[in-house]
């Protein structure tokens, strides 16, 4: 097992909480890694984050392993987990490792997929290979368009029993860590305490093992964050204001400075 990931399980055996954040370039992802974040996410969210789209289908394959070459170049010390696009894992096992090679070449060390107990045996197959998986369940972002909505999981007995049993099928084919997105508190910590592999939540309480937040909500650079993500700083109103200073003293002739020769 990779010696980081090991620590990862050794941290859950013992209780001790792990940090992750998105990133999708060279500058976030160095301010996160002297942060001292101990993984970071390069998302297909950079599709709505950074692009501007309405959700995450549009983003490829290519522009994952790009914003993935830039994050991995910064991230060291921490481990870096990247999102497999809507469209280039779904058909079967051997799409799903293409895939995932393309971004391991990249620098991805763990790569992330949406789906629940169905892509056990894609889980199985790349495991045995030796690709890290973390598996993602609960909202996964990728369905919007089959929901309707982003749409909390798992609220009533028939949906949180197959997030449970897709939990225990994801993790016994080898999945070294399920992401639980958007599901009750209560929910996650049952399946964190069920399966043996490390949990990152997201909107799904303070019990699992680990927390994600996309890095522009936190920072507050995002419109419309989620009701479950806190802003540490208001990064908008910081920048906003800074660049209306520049463009008076541009406009004022205070920038730049006249030299006096």
Not at 246 to 255: A, K
């Amino acid at each position: 097992m990779h010696k980081k990931i090991a620590r990862w399980v050794q941290d859950k055996q013992n209780g001790i909480k792990r940090a992750v954040v998105t990133a999708y370039d060279y500058p976030f992802a160095r301010f996160a890694t002297e942060a001292g974040v101990h993984g970071i996410l390069v998302g297909d969210s950079l599709g709505m984050v950074v692009t501007g789209a309405d959700d995450t289908l549009g983003v490829t394959l290519e522009q994952m392993a790009y914003h993935t070459q830039m994050v991995a170049r910064a991230a060291a010390g921490c481990l870096v987990f990247a999102d497999l696009p809507f469209g280039t894992y779904e058909k079967g096992p051997k799409q799903a490792w293409n895939a995932a090679v393309t971004l391991l070449r990249a620098g991805a060390d763990v790569i992330k997929l949406e789906g629940g107990a169905e892509m056990a045996p894609t889980v199985a197959f790349c495991a045995e290979r030796g690709i890290n998986i973390c598996a993602h369940i609960g909202l996964t972002p990728q369905r919007v368009r089959q929901w309707g909505s982003f749409q909390r999981q798992g609220t009533n007995v028939e949906s949180a029993c197959r997030l449970q049993m897709d939990a225990g099928a994801l993790a016994e084919a080898g999945a070294r860590f399920v992401v639980l997105e958007a599901v009750p508190d209560a929910l996650a910590a049952r399946i964190t305490r069920d399966i043996a592999v490390p949990t990152i939540g997201i909107g799904a309480g303070p019990d699992t093992d680990a927390q994600v937040l996309v890095m522009h909500d936190l920072l507050g650079l995002g419109a419309d964050s989620p009701p479950f993500a806190r802003r540490y700083i208001e990064g908008g109103r910081i920048m906003r204001d800074a660049l209306a200073e520049y463009v008076q003293d541009v406009g004022s002739g205070h920038f730049p400075p006249r030299r006096k020769c």
